[in-house]
């Protein structure tokens, strides 16, 4: 079968063996496998020096065989959804105080997913959602870049910024961003979205934002009054500092996106925390129970995916290298993973 592989930093198609699922995974059959941009930086080592041997975290396929245990959580023939967001979705062992306390992703034990842009791929079983069929292929991406996007805003809620307060949106045409401002809106939130151009300001306005604007015009914003929150999906360090200024006194700052790592780090004056006294927190991915809840707010059309480019695995380092250079709006997907 043809599955993507990673060596040196250099992506290919390779013909490799069909793997056999072992105890409580289940083979899926992949037929749409989103291109995230984690995918982008860990095939070209941009974070802290982190290599895989291949990548792909966002799918949708049909069940084709079971391991032993399997049966409990899936069937063959089911159609579903997987990847969790890559990290933490691979294994969890579901008895740790962090699996107990709803953060699997944390457990010790836990396994990342990679390895989605492959016509057949073994998955814990455990980490499946089966679809209903009014979820198409197409939405693939949901599930890592809907449901990053889906827990940051659920974060909103827990940290108490209630519907109508302002939240700002930094990256809201990219492809998590699209999502966050879609669910913020459904959710009673007053969109601020930023990001770069007017092509994506307009989309971004197109998806529900009630006002958008580029960094500069956003960090006036934090000089009268502020946000109540910022959501940080831009994959660069600039995002992050814009986040700090858009806010108000004792706003919420949840960062999302991960620069390269060569771009540095977050700074922020001791002077400037004890005086703006903004809470910091970081959002990533989701559990089983977001991805269930996800699905049914797609299923019931309040969400979707925005897809600016498809393509067959054979092109998927061309697609790498349009992603890098923002050559498409969106998310793109892979649709045939054989060709
Ligand atoms: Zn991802
Ligand atoms: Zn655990």
Redesign the pocket.
């Known amino acids: 079968m043809q599955a993507a592989r990673i060596n040196d930093g250099q992506l290919s198609i390779a013909d490799v063996e069909v793997p056999t699922p072992e105890a409580d995974h289940a083979r899926v059959r992949i037929t749409s496998a989103g291109v995230?941009h984690?995918d982008l930086h860990l095939a070209r080592g941009e974070w802290h020096g982190v290599n895989v041997p291949s990548c792909g975290?966002?799918a949708i396929g049909i069940v084709e065989e079971l391991g032993p245990g399997a049966e409990r959580f899936t069937s063959v023939g089911d159609r579903v959804i997987l990847g969790l967001?890559?990290t933490g979705g691979g294994y969890w062992c579901g008895a740790c105080i962090h699996c107990l306390g709803g953060e699997p992703r944390l457990c010790p034990e836990g396994k990342g997913i990679m390895g989605t842009f492959a016509e057949q791929f073994c998955v814990y079983a455990k980490s499946l959602v089966t679809l209903p069929d009014s979820v198409g292929d197409h939405e693939a991406p949901l599930a890592?870049?809907g449901l990053?996007a889906y827990g940051a805003v659920k974060k909103l809620f827990k940290h108490q910024i209630n519907p109508g307060s302002t939240i700002g949106i930094i990256g809201a045409a990219g492809g998590l961003g699209h999502y966050a401002v879609q669910l913020a809106k459904n959710f009673g939130y007053n969109v601020v979205g930023v990001d770069l151009g007017e092509e994506r300001l307009a989309f971004a306005k197109e998806l529900g934002a009630d006002q958008v604007m580029e960094p500069e015009e956003a960090a006036g914003l934090g000089r009268q009054g502020g946000a109540d929150a910022v959501l940080i999906f831009a994959a660069a360090k600039p995002g992050f500092d814009l986040g700090i200024k858009m806010l108000r006194r004792g706003g919420l700052f949840v960062a999302v996106g991960i620069p390269p790592t060569d771009q540095g780090n977050i700074e922020i004056s001791p002077w400037d925390f004890f005086r703006k006294g903004i809470t910091m927190i970081y959002s990533v991915v989701g559990t089983v129970q977001d991805m269930r809840e996800l699905v049914d707010l797609a299923a019931d059309g309040k969400v979707r995916s925005h897809i600016g480019r498809t393509a067959p695995l054979s092109e998927l380092p061309q697609v790498f290298d349009e992603l890098a250079s923002g050559a498409y709006v969106g998310r793109a997907i892979i649709t045939d993973l054989a060709n």
């Open positions: 995230c984690s975290h966002e967001g890559g890592c870049g990053t």
